[in-house]
């Protein structure tokens, strides 16, 4: 398997533009999470997905951020419109079944926002 | 809430000296601990993963304990490289979150 998957690795975007994060999680797990990394909060989880339905949402920072996961192979995070303290890098994670297993994290997406 | 402290923040060694990376957690009710490693500009990579029932894990010249009551992991990484400076974050898992550290990031001098 390739892992997951995330694009694009970089994005570069002017402030107010809309941003769309993508993820691809490994064939087969049921959980999906997105977690945002900066420099101040560190690493933090925005949401989560079960089944492609998502479970807690209470990490996203505002309305301006929102998640999908339209199928178990694909998942989303768009920020509209986009500020420069969204500049982050934007992880995305799948696990399978229960609590106690491995989580495996994507590259990555830097987003810097002018 | 859980809170995961890593200390120190930095380290410096030089080649060859033995690495102990400290991480702790205020809540004991955990399913598991997983320490990763992250290089500048890069993703995460997991090192070692111990369940809750496990006092330590190891691979290669790594080992990590855990002691779950008194809320502690240690890692260690026996005769560094400088191949092995990084970020290292210690996460715990409580229900489905991860919760991670601020991390310690490790210099070794050749």
């Known amino acids: 398997d390739a892992g997951v998957i995330q694009s694009p690795r970089h994005e570069v975007t002017e402030m107010g533009q809309e941003v769309t994060l993508r993820c691809k999680p490994i064939?087969?797990?049921?959980?999906l999470f997105w977690y945002r990394q900066t420099m101040m909060r560190g690493l933090e989880l925005l949401i989560y997905?079960?089944?492609?339905?998502?479970?807690?949402d209470s990490g996203m920072p505002e309305d301006r951020f929102s998640a999908k996961m339209p199928n178990a192979s694909f998942s989303t995070l768009k920020i509209q419109p986009s500020e420069p303290r969204d500049s982050a890098v934007y992880f995305c994670?799948?696990?399978?079944?229960?609590?106690?297993?491995?989580?495996?994290f994507g590259p990555g997406t830097r987003l810097t926002v002018l | 809430k859980q809170e995961v402290t890593q200390i120190p923040a930095a380290l410096s060694v030089p080649e060859g000296e033995n690495l102990v990376l400290n991480c702790s957690f205020t809540?004991?009710?955990?399913?598991?601990l997983q320490w990763f490693r992250q290089d500048p500009g890069k993703g995460l990579t997991s090192l070692l993963l111990?369940?809750?029932?496990?006092r330590e894990q190891t691979s290669g010249r790594l080992n990590a304990s855990l002691d779950k009551s008194s809320g502690r992991s240690t890692l260690y990484i026996a005769a560094s490289q400088p191949g092995d400076s990084a970020t290292y974050l210690c996460?715990?898992?409580?229900?489905?979150?991860?919760?991670f550290g601020a991390g310690t990031t490790v210099t070794v001098r050749a």
């Open positions: 994670a799948s696990r399978f079944g229960a609590d106690y297993n491995e989580q495996f």
């Open positions: 064939s087969g797990h049921d959980y």
């Open positions: 997905f079960n089944n492609n339905v998502p479970i807690d």
């Open positions: 809540d004991s009710a955990i399913y598991n």
């Open positions: 111990i369940q809750s029932s496990q």
């Open positions: 996460a715990v898992t409580n229900d489905y979150k991860l919760s």
